[in-house]
C-alpha cells in the first residue's frame, strides 16, 4: 500500500481501489476521516468507512493469498488494520 501525500486524495484512492466513483466524494473522505485529526467527521460514516476499508483489505489478501485458510486471513486482515498499523501507514 502507498501512502497518501495529501488527505485530498484519499477519494480519487478509494475510487481507484474500488472501482467505484463516488457521486460525493466528500463523504467518501468524512467516512474515512476520524474525528482525532481534526476535520470535520460523521461518525456514522466513520463506521461505514471502516466496513469499506475491512472488506477491501479483506478482498486483496482473499486473492493474494489463495492458499490460506479464513483463520490465517483474518488474523492477516486484523493486523493491516489495525490502529498501529494505519498510523504506521499514515505516518
Given amino acids: 500500500m502507498i501512502p497518501l501525500r495529501k488527505s485530498d486524495e ?4 478509494v475510487e481507484r481501489s474500488l472501482g467505484y466513483v463516488f457521486t ?5 473522505h468524512a467516512a474515512l476521516t476520524h474525528r482525532s485529526a481534526g476535520a470535520e467527521h460523521n461518525e456514522r460514516l466513520e463506521f461505514l ?3 469499506i476499508l475491512n472488506c ?3 478482498h486483496m ?3 493474494a493469498h489463495p492458499e ?3 483463520g490465517a486471513l483474518s488474523r492477516l486482515r ?4 489495525s490502529g498501529e498499523t ?5 505516518g
Avoid: H, K, M
Fill in 78 to 81: 486484523a493486523t493491516l488494520v
Fill in 56 to 58: 477491501s483489505v479483506a
Fill in 61 to 63: 489478501l482473499y486473492e
Fill in 49 to 51: 468507512g471502516d466496513s
Fill in 10 to 13: 484519499l477519494p480519487a484512492w
Fill in 68 to 70: 490460506a485458510d479464513e
Fill in 24 to 28: 460525493r466524494p466528500e463523504l467518501c
Fill in 86 to 90: 494505519l498510523a504506521q501507514i499514515a
